[in-house]
Each structure stands twice: as structure tokens, then as C-alpha cells.
């Protein structure tokens, strides 16, 4: 019984492990778009595409992983919990990814480089949804609700970050000459970077709700 108890022990730590290091690679493809599009370095921007390549066979991986577990165990509450919120949490992951992969190909796509004073609110809003991503992969290591909870409850900043940052790009469109394409890739960009916030906000309920089996969709935002 011992031995049993163990082996469930030890898979379901080497699935955290592993889905905190895909976690973090997600952090740092995100992080690696953002600099793509500040330095619009094409050959960067490559390098982040193909990158992507490696958080979909860590979804795959982790996916094929905890369907066994449940399979092979049949658990119950907190050893349940745990595969079926690592299955969520990779595809979560995996879609940040998807989102970095789409940043890195509009900024090849784009005629010109941004200029500074529409670039960096843009990146702005992309360092705090990175901040936020990594934040919840800590808790996830961690296994801190409270963690968890903190990026869930400040969901709305990026949110109204988001709303400001499309008002100046909209507000720039109307004076200035530029092509409007390019212009239509800066909207694109800071609506991925929002959307990976909203990712960050997921992975903090299913965090969450892993650790303490409480659903926070079910709280308040204060």
C-alpha cells in the first residue's frame, strides 16, 4: 500500500514539475515577443515561432499523462483534482504560446517599426501580462492559493490597460500617415497580450481550485 501511495506521490510531482517548467517557457516565449516587437528583430521573431513547437508537445505530453493517471488510479478529491487541473493548466499555457507565436508574426508583417510613443505602451501592457503569467506559474510550483488568488483578483487592470492603450493607438490612427496595415498589427499585438492576461486569470481559478478545491469564479472581485 505504501509503494502504491508513493508511485501516486511521485507521478503527480513529476507532473507539476514538468507543467511548472512548460510554464515557464510560455513566460518566456511571451516575454521573448514583447522584446521581438520592441527591436522588431525579425530573425528573433523566427526563433519565437519555432519555439511554439515546444509548448505543444508539452500540452500533448502532459495531457497524455494525466488521462493515464486517472486511468491507471481512479482518484479521488485532491489526487483528482490534480491531473485534471494539469490538463487544463497545459492548454492554457499552450494558447499563451499560440499568442507569443501570433506577436512574433505580425511584427514580420508590419512595413516599419512602431514608434516609440505607440511601442511602449503596447510593451507596457505586454510586461504586465507577462508579470502576471509568471506570477501564477510561481503559485502553481508553489502550490499558494493566496498567489493564485492575487493575480485572479487583479484581473481588470490589464483589462483597462488594454482599453487605454487601444485609445491612443485609435487616436494616432486619425493623425498620423502611416500605412493603417500597420497600424491594424498594433491593435492585433495588444489584444493578444490582453488575451494572455485573461489566460493568467484561468490558470489562477484552476490553481486555485486544485489546491483548495473552492471555485473562485464563484467569489467576488473586491
Given at each position: 500500500?505504501?509503494?502504491t501511495?508513493k ?16 510554464g515557464?517557457?510560455?513566460?518566456a ?12 528583430d ?6 519565437v515561432v519555432r ?10 505530453d ?8 486517472i486511468?491507471l488510479?481512479q ?11 494539469a490538463m ?6 499552450e494558447?499563451c ?6 506577436i ?5 508583417r508590419?512595413?516599419a517599426?512602431?514608434?516609440a ?6 510593451a ?6 507577462a508579470e502576471r503569467l509568471?506570477?501564477?506559474v510561481?503559485?502553481?510550483?508553489a502550490?499558494d ?7 485572479w483578483v ?6 483597462e ?24 498589427h498594433l491593435?492585433f499585438?495588444a489584444?493578444?497580450l ?6 493568467a486569470t ?9 489546491i483548495t478545491?473552492?471555485d473562485l469564479?464563484?467569489?467576488?472581485k473586491?
Amino acid at each position: 500500500m505504501e509503494h502504491t501511495v508513493k508511485a501516486v506521490d511521485d507521478q503527480l510531482n513529476a507532473m507539476t514539475r514538468d507543467l511548472a517548467a512548460m510554464g515557464d517557457l510560455a513566460v518566456a516565449q511571451v516575454r521573448a515577443a514583447i522584446d521581438v516587437f520592441l527591436r522588431h528583430d525579425l530573425t528573433a521573431a523566427a526563433k519565437v515561432v519555432r519555439g511554439d513547437d515546444a509548448l505543444d508537445l508539452q500540452d500533448a505530453d502532459i495531457e497524455r499523462r494525466a488521462v493515464r493517471f486517472i486511468a491507471l488510479h481512479q482518484p479521488m478529491a485532491d489526487d483528482l483534482r490534480r491531473p485534471i487541473a494539469a490538463m487544463k493548466i497545459a492548454m492554457q499555457l499552450e494558447r499563451c504560446g499560440d499568442l507569443a507565436k501570433n506577436i512574433a508574426k505580425r511584427v514580420g508583417r508590419m512595413d516599419a517599426p512602431a514608434d516609440a510613443d505607440q511601442a511602449e505602451p503596447v510593451a507596457g501592457l505586454g510586461r504586465l501580462a507577462a508579470e502576471r503569467l509568471s506570477s501564477v506559474v510561481d503559485a502553481y510550483r508553489a502550490s499558494d492559493a493566496q498567489g493564485a488568488y492575487n493575480v485572479w483578483v487583479r484581473d481588470t487592470e490589464i483589462d483597462e490597460l488594454h482599453e487605454k492603450v487601444l485609445a491612443g493607438l485609435i487616436e494616432a490612427m486619425a493623425r498620423e500617415s502611416r500605412a493603417l496595415g500597420d497600424f491594424a498589427h498594433l491593435l492585433f499585438i495588444a489584444k493578444n497580450l490582453e488575451r494572455i492576461g485573461d489566460h493568467a486569470t484561468n490558470i489562477a481559478e484552476l490553481v486555485h481550485y486544485q489546491i483548495t478545491g473552492a471555485d473562485l469564479a464563484d467569489r467576488p472581485k473586491l
